[in-house]
């Protein structure tokens, strides 16, 4: 499974199918890619309707026909676009094309629905994507639920969790690796992902990649 990070929140997931997670990258100063590259994709979930998550997610749905995956507001915002949508809501689960995605709690703003985050299922594999959010005590039901695979924690701090939030939300979820997310985009959210590294310590994994940088989950 090969994981890509375009910057800020945008992850590419890359199994039996392609999935996109949070594209922000018109408008994002350190994008890896430009939406017109992205080609390919099966399904795109968005966390939230910030414009730094929703970001291109309508464009790239209607050019690679990717179904899209939200809360149920937004997904109604895709519909009445003419994009192939799948609503849901926190604590759900659904199945698009034998890909699982769990829609979970984030503690954030948003106007349309409600922040969340996403558990997804492939290949066997349990990956979770925080979206925006404060370190909150029901990740420990993420940690008894889905000991995730890895997952993407934001670290950025200001409008999300910060480096000593994000470590305790390594251990509240066991995940057993974690991709900084969130963070070196603007100079709002700057941080430091080796310092986040070291606070982690064995608890878990940290692979720090640069935008557009991939690792492959073995
Ligand atoms: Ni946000
Ligand atoms: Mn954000």
């Known amino acids: 499974m090969k994981i890509t990070w375009w910057?800020?929140?945008?992850?590419?997931?890359?199994?039996?199918?392609?999935?996109?997670?949070?594209?922000?990258?018109?408008?994002?100063p350190v994008a890896a890619i430009s939406p017109d590259k992205i080609n390919?994709?099966?399904?795109?979930?968005?966390?939230?309707?910030?414009?730094d998550h929703l970001?291109?997610?309508?464009?790239?749905?209607?050019?690679?026909g990717a179904t899209l995956v939200a809360i149920h507001e937004i997904a109604v915002m895709a519909e009445e676009k003419g994009i192939k949508a799948e609503g849901m809501n926190i604590g759900g689960s659904i199945e698009v094309e034998?890909?699982?995605?769990?829609?979970?709690?984030?503690?954030?703003?948003?106007?349309?629905?409600?922040?969340?985050?996403?558990?997804?299922?492939m290949d066997g594999r349990k990956l979770y994507h925080a979206g925006d959010t404060a370190?909150?005590?029901?990740?420990?039901?993420?940690g008894e639920?889905?000991?995730?695979?890895?997952?993407?924690?934001?670290?950025?701090?200001?409008?999300?969790?910060?480096?000593?939030?994000?470590?305790k939300a390594v251990e509240?979820?066991?995940?057993?690796?974690?991709?900084?997310i969130h963070y070196g985009t603007f100079p709002l959210v700057e941080?430091?992902?080796?310092?986040?590294?070291?606070?982690?310590?064995?608890?878990?994994?940290?692979?720090?990649l640069k935008q557009g940088e991939s690792y492959i989950l073995e």
């Open 98 to 121: 034998g890909v699982v995605v769990h829609m979970v709690n984030a503690l954030h703003s948003c106007d349309k629905g409600h922040p969340a985050g996403v558990v997804i299922e």
């Open 40 to 51: 390919q994709a099966d399904l795109v979930a968005v966390t939230h309707d910030h414009g």
């Open 172 to 180: 509240f979820t066991q995940t057993k690796r974690v991709i900084p």
């Open 145 to 167: 639920f889905f000991q995730p695979d890895l997952s993407f924690l934001p670290i950025g701090d200001r409008y999300t969790m910060g480096i000593p939030s994000a470590v």
């Open 135 to 142: 370190l909150t005590y029901d990740m420990k039901l993420i």
């Open 191 to 208: 941080a430091d992902p080796h310092e986040f590294q070291r606070r982690v310590g064995n608890l878990a994994e940290v692979i720090i």
């Open 55 to 64: 970001g291109d997610a309508f464009t790239i749905c209607q050019q690679t």
């Open 7 to 28: 910057g800020h929140a945008a992850i590419q997931i890359e199994g039996s199918k392609i999935v996109i997670i949070d594209p922000f990258l018109t408008g994002n």
